[in-house]
Nanobody, 126 residues
């Protein structure tokens, strides 16, 4: 059974930092994405990582988080991480980890990801 288990998140003041982790079990994935969904809004892509032949990897971010968030991963551990710095109130949302098998590009589309974590709340106070 494939599972994505997220950890991290919580409440932080604006300007603070949080780290999210996502561990996959039951399968190995080449592509991971972090998405977020704020109340009343659609789920949006935040950052993605794609491994190429197991070692080299590519990353992608939306403009709103570039320079503040960093996605990383450990292919051997089937895990991905999202380090979030200089958080802003508009970053408040439920954050989801998603994974899929090999794709040539990092997709921004939720439907392109096969498996999802349960979500973790990130709240940034002003």
């Amino acid at each position: 059974q494939v599972q994505l288990v997220e950890s991290g998140g919580g409440l932080v003041r604006a300007g603070g930092s949080l780290g999210l982790s996502c561990a996959a079990s039951g399968s190995t994935f080449s592509n991971y994405g972090w998405f977020r969904q704020a109340p009343g809004k659609e789920r949006e892509f935040v950052a993605g990582i794609r491994w190429n032949y197991g070692s080299a990897y590519y990353t992608q971010y939306i403009d709103a988080v570039k320079g503040r968030f960093r996605i990383s991963g450990d292919n051997a551990k089937n895990s991905t991480y999202l380090q979030m710095n200089n958080l802003k109130p508009e970053d408040t949302a439920i954050y989801y980890c998603a994974a899929t098998y090999y794709r040539r590009t990092i997709s921004y589309t939720p439907g392109d990801y096969t498996y999802w974590g349960q979500g973790t709340q990130v709240t940034v106070s002003s």
